[in-house]
């Protein structure tokens, strides 16, 4: 069934042309993972496709109902959660999700008080439970903690109707998709595979077009090196020619030389292959003379209108690389806010007085809607023509640094704030989710450059390739309080594993008892008196229920 005909789609915004006759259809079962560099236009496909953005030309066709979950989210922040959910026809269904999105207890609080990656889930849940046949999904895993991942992997794979992604998530569209569409060069690429297969099929080409065109080239130069050296014997006959042999020796050489030109005019040209301008990353590596220890954190605690977390302690030392994880709404984003002064709290936080810190906030609030590129840059250095070297290596290249930063996508505003850090001069980097938004080439750059980097970090990702690459030490904030994991992210899950299994066995363990002492209560409840009857029957429920809970 058809559920969406894009045909021949075509914007522009000014002079720069986005996209150029877009066309694909999207069936029942479709399971489509959208992709490309930041700026291509993906976003702006999907807005076009739900009506919030006017085309250029060409026409869309929508054979069903569409749910969109936007990469910002944007509602009132003074509404509860329950209020912008508003009335589902299947509430059921919509419980069983909230449940599992563990957004079940945040109905009653105002979305004010939701971090990024509980709002995500929020949308996607009421999303899903308005039961659309089409889902357009723009980055539905930046900001969530990897449970909730699981979640809404599962939940999009068990969904029958047809599913556009964008996503930057190479794990997640691998678990997702069955085809990739690539958008560049303002086309769209069509693979039929997951996002593995596609990065395997793209290589393959690349390779193919590139062996064609170094075979072409040296074809190429061995005709016309040929045709050179045929000219210059025919040249020499005809300089030396007394009589009509040498005469006629010097026209058949001119003859071969025509034929060799002849036949390099007939070659089928080849363009050398395109190469796109990467983003090339490179953090001052020069270590400021502060103290070993640059922040101790001592019985911090902080509340909103719930208990965020409580009494943890912490150091960060020149030489840290610490990836923070934890659930949504466990107050990853909140404890960086906390270091930067963003937020008040109870306990002690010393500071070393000669450290300078970078801050990378998830919702990029350190940048001005309203200011150019070239004069946010600015404000942290005044050297235009250094300012501008920087921006290149991010490919903010001739006019591109003029442009307002609201025109900007997230990506491109990603790299804005990274450019910042670059010329900050900083000993400590606090990033939160430091490749959202970006595309996968750009999260490559980004990972290595933070590899280099000699200066401490403490970083929030759910990006799984950058913390098991970057992270030394593993913090998790699980039951308002402070896990450390004094190594990196292997150490990290293998652990987990051992306190899991150890719970599992515990609560089997429970289980049997409670099934124990019910099996007992009914046995009693056969001949006791009416007053012990009571008494056991109360027993017995509430057993009952907690087992049920257990299991």
């Known amino acids: 069934m058809l559920y969406m005909d894009v045909n021949n789609i075509s914007k522009s915004i000014g002079s720069l042309k986005i996209l150029d006759s877009i066309s694909f259809k999207l069936y029942k079962g479709d399971k489509v993972g ?68 563990n957004l079940k207890d945040l ?51 068990k969904f029958n109707g047809a599913v556009l992604i964008i996503s ?16 560049e060069n303002m086309k769209v690429n069509l693979y039929r595979g997951n996002y593995s297969f596609y990065a395997s099929q793209k290589r393959i080409e690349k390779e193919k077009v590139l062996l064609e065109y170094e075979e072409y080239m040296k074809k190429k130069r061995a005709l016309e090196e040929a045709a050179r050296k045929q ?41 050398k292959p395109f190469k796109p301008k990467e ?10 003379k502060t103290s070993n220890v640059l922040i101790r954190a001592t019985n911090i605690s902080k509340s909103f209108d719930r208990l965020i977390f409580k009494d943890i302690s912490f150091t960060i030392e020149k030489e840290s690389r610490i990836a923070l994880l934890g659930r949504n709404g466990s107050g990853k984003s909140t404890l960086l806010k906390t270091i930067m002064g963003k937020e008040t709290f109870q306990g002690d936080l010393s500071i070393s007085p000669s450290l300078k810190i970078g801050y990378l906030s998830q919702g990029l609030e350190n940048l001005e809607a309203d200011s150019t590129v070239i004069d946010e840059m600015k404000k942290v250095h005044s050297d235009e023509t250094y300012i501008r070297t920087i921006l290149g290596a991010m490919l903010f290249r001739n006019d591109d640094v003029y442009k307002n930063i609201e025109i900007l996508s ?14 900050e001069d900083n000993c400590l ?17 980004i990972e290595e450059a933070l590899l280099s980097y000699k200066g401490a970090i403490l970083f929030v990702s759910h990006d799984r390739f950058l913390v098991k690459k970057l992270a030394k030490e593993i913090w998790e904030l699980e039951s308002k309080k402070l896990i450390k994991y004094l190594s990196g992210y292997d150490y990290y899950l293998r652990k987990k594993d051992e306190t899991e299994s150890s719970a599992e066995k515990n609560v089997k363990e429970e289980i049997l008892a409670l099934e124990m002492r019910l099996s007992h209560i009914s046995f009693k409840l056969l001949s006791c008196s009416e007053t012990d009857k009571k008494i056991l029957e109360s027993e017995y429920f509430k057993i009952a229920e907690k087992l049920r809970n257990l299991k």
């Open 34 to 101: 959208l992709i490309g560099k930041n700026g291509v236009g993906k976003s702006t496909l999907c807005k076009i496709i739900i009506g919030e953005t006017s085309k250029d030309n060409g026409n869309i066709s929508l054979l069903g109902k569409v749910g969109y979950l936007p990469q910002s989210i944007k509602t009132r922040e003074d509404i509860k959660a329950e209020d912008f959910i508003g009335k589902i026809y299947d509430y059921n269904y919509l419980m069983d999700l909230l449940t599992k999105l």
């Open 107 to 157: 109905m009653k609080q105002n979305i004010s008080t939701l971090s990024g990656g509980e709002r995500t889930k929020l949308c996607f849940a009421k999303t899903m439970a308005e039961k659309p046949d089409v889902l357009l999904l723009d980055e539905p895993t930046n900001q969530l903690d990897w449970e909730s991942m699981s979640v809404i992997e599962d939940y999009i794979n």
């Open 168 to 183: 930057h998530d190479r794990f997640f569209l691998d678990r997702t998709v069955s085809q990739i569409y690539e958008l």
């Open 231 to 271: 000219m210059e014997r025919s040249n020499k006959y005809n300089n030396i020619s007394v009589n009509d042999f040498q005469r006629h020796k010097a026209s058949k050489i001119a003859k071969r030389s025509k034929a060799i030109i002849s036949r390099l005019e007939n070659m089928e040209e080849k363009e």
């Open 279 to 288: 983003v090339n990353i490179k953090l001052d590596q020069r270590i400021e």
């Open 410 to 423: 997230f990506g491109e505003k990603v790299r804005v704030a990274f450019s910042k850090l670059i010329i």
């Open 429 to 445: 980097l606090i990033l939160d989710e430091p490749t959202n938004f970006l595309d996968i080439p750009t999260s490559e750059a």
